[in-house]
């Protein structure tokens, strides 16, 4: 992991997912920064039940938005990777001409979501 120095907005980085709630993810950047990223930067899907796609100590792709004064604590979105997508809902996949990405990813959500247990 980096130091606090080494972050700048903009970045994309990978951290690991310290907290769960209904307002956000908390993500570790590093042994001083961490950030969170709020329910607003989720999906609908995702964003009403966050716990259901995100654990604790699972790595995550982030962007950083904004670094705080002191370089303690950041504010973040997750980076659109393909396997944050797979770990995301559908609402990724809703395109102008509807759901056929969802006809595309449906068995391997499905897959997913019986070796995490969920079904």
Not at 51 to 56: D, Q
Not at 58 to 77: D, E
């Amino acid at each position: 992991m980096r130091t606090n120095n080494q972050f700048k907005e903009g970045d994309v980085v990978e951290g690991r997912i310290t907290g769960v709630q209904a307002y956000g993810i908390f993500i570790k950047l590093s042994d001083v920064c961490s950030g969170l990223v709020h329910s607003s930067e989720l999906g609908k899907i995702e964003s009403d039940n966050p716990s259901r796609f995100f654990k604790i100590g699972q790595p995550l792709k982030v962007k950083i938005l904004r670094i705080k004064p002191g370089g303690k604590q950041a504010v973040l979105r997750v980076h659109r990777t393909p396997a944050n997508k797979r770990r995301m809902g559908a609402s990724n996949f809703e395109t102008v001409s509807g759901f056929s990405g969802v006809r595309k990813q449906l068995a391997s959500w499905i897959q997913d979501a019986k070796d995490n247990n969920y079904i």
